[in-house]
Nanobody
Framework: QLQASGGGLVQAGGSLRLSCGAS????????MGWFRQAPGKDREFVAA???????YYADSVKGRFTISRDNDKSTVFLQMNSLKPEDTAVYYC????????????????????WGRGTLVTVSS
């Protein structure tokens, strides 16, 4: 089970830090990702971190968002800075379905185990 938290209402230019805890003993062996879904839009990729700590970002968040993980706490984080109104969405975390593999854009389709998301609202 994945549980995202840390969302809220913030003004444009502000920051939030999202967290996602996983109840999985082998957490450290899997890539983790953040996705988001804005009202009326499809879910989209935001950021991912591999089991080896490699990172990958959507172009829309590069330079503003940072993904990290704490394997001891089975938790993945998303630090979001310089937030924009277009970042408003429900943010979800997900886990790769295959352990210990290279993180590539094509693997993102295999991420799943969607848990409860957390709402981020950025006001202008």
């Amino acid at each position: 089970q994945l549980q995202a938290s840390g969302g809220g209402l913030v003004q444009a230019g502000g920051s939030l830090r999202l967290s996602c805890g996983a109840s999985r003993r082998t957490f450290s062996s899997y890539a983790m990702g953040w996705f988001r879904q804005a009202p009326g839009k499809d879910r989209e990729f935001v950021a991912a971190i591999s089991w080896g700590f490699g990172v990958y970002y959507a172009d829309s968040v590069k330079g503003r968002f940072t993904i990290s993980r704490d394997n001891d706490k089975s938790t993945v984080f998303l630090q979001m800075n310089s937030l924009k109104p277009e970042d408003t969405a429900v943010y979800y975390c997900a886990v790769d379905s295959v352990a210990r593999r290279l993180l590539t854009p094509s693997n993102l389709a295999d991420f799943g185990s969607w848990g409860r998301g957390t709402l981020v609202t950025v006001s202008s």
